[in-house]
């Protein structure tokens, strides 16, 4: 699997997200946001940071660097898209997916191992995982607390396009396990689609057992199964 890890000033994950792609068997590659073509990949990375700073809004001015209109031609193009909190945040800016990700419920910064519940495990994103499996990743956030109008949530949720939730360690959905006051616990989501995903967790930060934990690692293996070596 050939992979693009996109970086912008600011970008702080893009080391973690090479490593847990490598590790799947996959060939990953640094590309500048300052580009604007992208070599052929199966999958397109934004990993999380603070791009920009995060100064005017998260994500936001990333949204408009030029290397985007390359992932939106590439995106609609039917290559795989993931985005990891910054990246996530990236998505919403840009419209690839719905809603907006704002300051944290409790207004503080947040660095914490969470459980995800998985929802929707029909995609390469998510296929090495049982459907209603339960991970634990960590977060590491300020402006995680995911919004949308009601006929959207609505939306994702008839579509089945909500790919993770915040639980408990059983899988239970409460108010209780949610970190950041997402609507509906959602923490991650696909497009009508399903070749982008969005999560504000960090499943990058969770492959190795030596590092706290292997959460994570189903997700970049599953994605190297289902999308295959290319020449």
Known sequence: MNSAVIVF??????????????????????VW??????PAVD?????????????LRAGCMAGHSPIIREVKKQAEAGVHVLGVCNGFQVLTETGLLPGALLRNAHLKFIC????????????????????????????????GNYFADE???????????VAVRYCGPDGTVTRYHNPNGSQR?????????????????????AIDKLLG????KPLFDGLAGALGPTS
Do not use: Q
């Open 213 to 216: 934990g292997i959460g994570g």
């Open 43 to 55: 999958l397109i990375v934004i990993p999380g940071g603070f791009s920009y700073g995060d100064y």
């Open 33 to 38: 946001h300052r580009e604007t073509r992208l």
């Open 185 to 205: 616990n959602i923490a991650g989501i696909y497009n009508k689609r399903g070749n982008i995903l969005g999560m504000m967790p960090h499943p990058e930060d």
């Open 112 to 143: 914490k191992d969470v459980h995800l519940k998985v929802e929707n495990n029909g995609t390469p994103f998510l296929s090495g995982y049982e459907s209603g499996a339960v991970m634990s990743v960590p977060v590491a956030h300020h402006d």
């Open 151 to 161: 006929a959207t949530l609505d939306a994702l949720d008839g579509e089945g396009r």
């Open 9 to 30: 000033p600011g970008t702080n994950r893009e080391r973690d997200m090479v490593l847990a792609l490598s590790a799947a068997g996959a060939r990953p590659v640094e």
